[in-house]
């Protein structure tokens, strides 16, 4: 937040929120709008509000009872974030945000599942919203057109906030996963000293933006909201944030729907255990089985877990994902 008269040491001043390693430029922006009706300094800037975006980010809505309860949110390719829609006074839908970062949408689904609870309903649709893209509004650095399978809007959701444990000293750096702390991949734009305003982070991660290929997005689910949602043949739950040893797995089976799979063991290990408990007698949503293992997971369920995205070719007539 800048201060009054511009110094990095003021005493006038609310403290905006502990920024915490991993949080995205997007959450600092977040964090200082819901300051900003709080601060007697503010003064709107001329061109400072950005203009609406050229598309709607795709969305899955939970809806039980014809209600939507739940909303996931495509932040750009593959980083979402949750938003619960309790009932409000007069019956508007308020929401609340239970994601303090981006991350991938299953992550972003157990966020609503912990979130809610026991009452999350035992049964409950999903919808798929959001409009198709126009191609014509992606711009390359050349000033020509990208193809269809090129970028979707990059969002300041993959530019993090790092610290490095016993250094006084922050970086700026660009993730390649989903917006976790835990990325592995991702390049260091610039260091971040005490005092660097908000607007010089937005600016670091401008300059960058044209060069990032985090954003590469496949042409089929630019122009089919429902294919934002991983639709690969077997989704499996891993331990670590890198992969490795898993705890479940989903398999899509021939007509589109899901099973669930648990392995045999519900606590951590290093070794790799084939799944073989199943939670879903019947195919049903992607959504209802994460939901299946995350109820059975109850107090064992990691509150962060890596992903492994198994692209199988699905044999008609078979229960689950035929052999590679």
């Known amino acids: 937040m800048r201060w009054q008269d511009g110094r990095v040491f003021s005493d006038d001043g609310d403290i905006v929120g502990m920024i915490q390693d991993g949080d995205s430029v997007a959450t600092l922006m977040r964090m200082a709008d819901e300051h900003r009706p709080q601060c007697e300094w503010e003064a709107s800037v001329a061109g400072e509000e950005a203009g609406e975006p050229a598309w709607t980010p795709a969305e899955a809505r939970l809806q039980s009872a014809g209600r939507t309860f739940a909303v996931l949110r495509r932040l750009d390719y593959n980083v979402w974030d949750a938003w619960l829609h309790p009932a409000a006074a007069g019956g508007e839908a308020a929401g609340v945000r239970v994601t303090r970062n981006s ?13 809610i609870g026991a009452a999350m309903p035992a049964d409950f649709a999903t ?24 970028r979707l809007p990059m969002s300041y959701e993959r530019h993090l906030i790092r610290t490095t444990y016993g250094v006084q000293a922050m970086w700026l750096h660009d993730s390649g996963q989903t917006g976790g702390i835990n990325s592995r991949e991702g390049v260091q734009l610039a260091s971040v000293d005490d005092g660097t305003s908000l607007a010089a982070l937005i600016q670091m991660a401008d300059e960058y933006r044209s060069m990032t290929g985090w954003a590469i997005c496949p042409e089929g689910e ?30 899509r089976l021939a007509d589109g729907t899901w099973d669930a799979w648990l392995t045999p063991s519900h606590v951590p290990v290093r070794r790799r255990e084939e799944p073989t408990e199943l939670l879903t007698p019947a195919g ?10 995350f109820r059975t997971m109850g107090d064992d369920m990691p509150t962060g877990f890596g992903l492994n995205y198994l692209d199988k070719r699905i044999t008609p007539g078979l229960p689950g994902p035929a052999q590679a």
Not at 127 to 150: H, I, K, N, R, T
Not at 285 to 290: F, V
Request: aromatic share 12%.
């Open 103 to 115: 991350v991938s949408y299953e992550m972003a689904f157990a966020a609503v599942f912990r979130a």
């Open 127 to 150: 919808v798929y919203a959001g409009e198709q893209p126009d191609p014509a509004s992606f711009v390359s650095a050349s000033g020509l057109g990208m193809p269809l399978e090129s």
């Open 222 to 251: 630019r122009m089919d909201p429902e294919l934002t949602v991983q639709k690969n043949a077997e989704v499996d739950l891993c331990w670590g944030m890198g992969g490795g040893a898993y705890f479940a797995a989903l398999h």
């Open 284 to 293: 049903v949503s992607y959504e209802m089985a994460l939901a299946a293992i």
